[in-house]
């Protein structure tokens, strides 16, 4: 079945550090997304890709970075993780513009 | 920037109905959803409704769009302790390229 994955599904890491976080899907959805979850805020939205090569902003940027080199990958990179950026991150996909977003299970990311 | 409230936390009895409300501020919302997120697992989409339409139901789900008031609610029927969880309204318009704008999430308790 198709399906999102993400990977890891858990991560400790330390301040500085450069971590990369997976998302990989087999719909063969032309739209990605990243979002973070904390507290109080619900879900925000990091980035977006609407297919190869594109890349946009999100609400909550600064300090994350994607690329997107083929259709079924949008990793998400923290270039010096910070511990404001510990947090759940989802991954999301849909076919095109106007299709449901489906999310991945999320990884939960401690920075300390 | 458009924003989407929700109440955080409802408590109800397994078999009464439950009814999660949601505001919203973006007149040019297109999609309502409903997402729901069980402990430690990412959002399952649940259903979803389109701007032009004043209810939709779905076995024992009821969406009430009042576009008027920019409301949003979902009504559980029967509601049982597999439905605890957090639920999530989301909106999203066409002209904004699929991207979501999530409300805070709705804590829902189910006690037997």
């Known amino acids: 079945d198709a399906e999102i994955t993400q990977s890891p599904r858990h991560k400790i890491t330390e301040t500085g550090r450069q971590v990369t976080l997976a998302c990989h899907q087999t719909?063969?959805?032309?739209?990605m997304f990243w979002y973070r979850q904390d507290l109080g805020h619900g879900l925000r939205l990091i980035h977006y890709?609407?297919?190869?090569?594109?890349?946009n902003k999100g609400e909550v940027s600064d300090g994350y970075s994607v690329s997107r080199s083929n259709t079924e990958d949008l990793p998400l990179t923290l270039e010096s993780a910070a511990s404001s950026q510990t947090s759940v991150y989802f991954c999301a996909s849909s076919k095109t513009v106007t299709d449901t977003q489906y999310f991945g299970p999320g990884t939960r990311l401690t920075v300390l | 920037g458009e924003d989407v409230e929700q109440s955080l936390f409802l408590s109800v009895r397994e078999g009464d109905s439950s009814v999660i409300n949601c505001t919203y501020t973006?007149?040019?919302?297109?999609?309502l959803y409903w997402y729901k997120q069980e402990p430690g697992a990412g959002l399952q989409l649940l259903t979803y409704i389109f701007s032009n339409m004043d209810m939709k139901q779905d076995q024992r789900l009821t969406v009430l769009l009042n576009k008027k008031d920019k409301h949003l609610s979902l009504r559980i029927a029967d509601t049982q302790t597999g439905d605890s969880a957090i639920y999530f309204c989301a909106e999203g318009a066409n002209n904004a390229g699929n991207m979501l704008t999530f409300g805070g999430g709705t804590r829902l308790m189910v006690k037997p």
């Open positions: 890709s609407y297919g190869v090569q594109d890349t």
């Open positions: 973006d007149s040019s919302s297109t999609y």
């Open positions: 719909w063969n959805h032309n739209n």
